[in-house]
């Protein structure tokens, strides 16, 4: 598949290359239309944050005091999710790409599998409290979900739920994009934002640290849950696109409770795509100012999870910061997935390039999770891509980012998209610890006692190697799940266990 995909790719590339300076030019224009004016960049600066570039000038400011917990996996996230509706008690707010009414949050026994699933759980809080939920309208075509396809779920949605359950549906989107914000605000006093949608759809979001082999894509995963200043500004993104949507319905809210013990810095920002809402005209691209402000101050390392590396403005950003000099060893790491939906072979592109940036320098390293298990064919195991559908980045272990939006043109500038960008070595040390522990198969104080330069240099590449080897004798499990990213053809393939099965165990 992986050199059907490159010959495909090498095509379009040599169709499209004249087409994209044009795409380039223009999704500049759009940032520089959507530039921060010059009277919030003065206010900004008699602000606390003010000195500090990282922080966003438009759109909502940073706030001060908020407690931020990071929830890794559906495991995590969607149990605690299920407590926060059970105990709304004012409203709930749900924006969302893409939604599955069936789609279970529970899965620990055969009940939780029909008890926690999703419109049974909305129905049962509409009984008591108001349930908003505002979808994108979905794709004439191509792209998936199609507006038929949501349709199909709206009607499902209104038949079968009940109580004070509101859908509605945003259609805003350019034809060729999308709204991919995934947030939740229960009673103005907690909120969810990340990369998880309440869905099945393209893979089920409910996966593990443990990622056991299973029938569908295993999935990894990040979402985050604020509590204190930052979730009014959660909720004040669906207020404002409720009220484009629907014209100004009423809406409930409560101010969102704040302990002063709460010190963790967070800041609000958006992908806004110009033209799409009179509120912002000419777009918002605060998620774009977060990334590149944050990685061309970065001084000792980088950590980047996405499902795409394709944005000009990130690559730049990221060879600045391999060509410059640094007084400590410097290092980015990527996190990958193995076969990229639709875009394999535009991040085989932009891999490349940073590699060629590196120039052997061992700056740089990028890397893909695999899970495996006993095989069903003539072979002892299988190896199968774990998709990573997070989109995170951690900085010198103190500033941190989690959200909607992938690392292309369309999470930066063209789509809807959210995120929290959090200032704190209390919050991102620990996410990083936790993921590169899952990474590496290691456990946590191992990871913590180590020093992450050494991780880097040492143990991932040395994983990965061993990996690769025990892919290609394919007779025992994984150690970790890191395996370096391959231009081109990455192994593990239902299709040739399928044919082994058929060819020889009949």
């Not at 759009?30 to 003065?42: E, F, K, S, T």
């Not at 409203?91 to 599998?113: E, K, M, S």
Request: aromatic share 8%; glycine share 8%.
């Amino acid at each position: 598949m992986g050199g059907v995909e490159a010959f495909v790719g090498e095509q379009l590339d040599r169709a499209l290359a004249p087409l994209r300076p044009f795409a380039r030019r223009r999704h500049l224009r759009h940032l520089n239309q959507g530039q921060v004016d010059a009277a919030a960049r003065r206010v900004a600066r008699e602000t606390w944050w003010g000195d500090d570039p990282r922080w966003y000038a438009g759109g909502t400011p940073p706030r001060r005091h908020n407690r931020v917990t990071p929830l890794v996996h559906g495991d995590a996230y969607f149990p605690e999710l299920q407590r926060a509706l059970a105990q709304a008690t004012s409203y709930v707010y749900i924006v969302g790409w893409c939604l599955t009414p069936h789609f279970p949050l529970g899965r620990n026994d055969r009940h939780d599998l029909i008890d926690t699933r999703l419109l049974s759980l909305l129905s049962e809080t509409a009984e008591r409290v108001p349930v908003r939920v505002l979808l994108w309208s979905g794709a004439a075509a191509l792209i998936q979900p199609t507006r038929r396809a949501v349709d199909k779920t709206v009607r499902a949605i209104e038949s079968d739920g009940h109580g004070d359950l509101q859908v509605r549906l945003d259609p805003t989107a350019g034809s060729t994009h999308c709204h991919h914000q995934k947030a939740i605000v229960i009673d103005g006093q907690i909120a969810f934002v990340g990369g998880m949608d309440l869905t099945t759809f393209a893979g089920d979001r409910w996966d593990s640290a443990r990622h056991p082999l299973r029938a569908g894509v295993n999935w990894h995963d990040v979402q985050v849950k604020l509590e204190g200043e930052a979730v009014a500004d959660v909720e004040h993104n669906f207020r404002q696109r409720w009220a484009a949507v629907t014209g100004g319905t009423t809406l409930p809210q409560r101010e969102p409770h704040v302990d002063p013990a709460w010190q963790t810095p967070v800041q609000i920002v958006r992908t806004v795509p110009r033209g799409a809402y009179d509120f912002a005209p000419r777009g918002e691209f605060g998620i774009h100012h977060a990334y590149v402000e944050a990685l061309r101050r970065a001084r000792r390392f980088v950590y980047l999870e996405s499902q795409y590396l394709w944005s000009q403005e990130i690559l730049d950003a990221l060879e600045e910061a391999i060509v410059a000099p640094h007084h400590e060893p410097f290092r980015i790491v990527v996190l990958l997935p193995a076969r990229a939906t639709s875009g394999k072979w535009d991040n085989d592109r932009h891999v490349d390039k940073l590699r060629q940036a590196d120039d052997g320098r061992g700056i740089v390293s990028v890397f893909c999770p695999y899970t495996s298990g006993p095989t069903t064919g003539v072979r002892a195991f299988s190896y199968r891509p774990i998709y990573v559908h997070a989109k995170l980045a951690i900085v010198d272990d103190t500033w941190c980012t989690i959200g909607s939006a992938n690392l292309n043109e369309r999470g930066l500038i063209t789509d809807g998209e959210i995120n929290a960008v959090v200032v704190d070595p209390e919050v991102a040390r620990p996410l990083r610890i936790e993921l590169w522990a899952e990474h590496l198969g290691l456990p946590y104080e191992a990871v913590a006692h180590a020093d992450p330069i050494q991780l880097v240099d040492e143990v991932w590449s040395r994983q990965a190697a061993e990996n690769a080897a025990i892919i290609e004798r394919r007779d025992g499990p994984l150690v970790g799940t890191l395996l370096e990213y391959k231009t081109g053809h990455m192994p593990g393939s239902w299709l040739r266990e399928e044919v082994e099965v058929l060819t020889f165990e009949r």
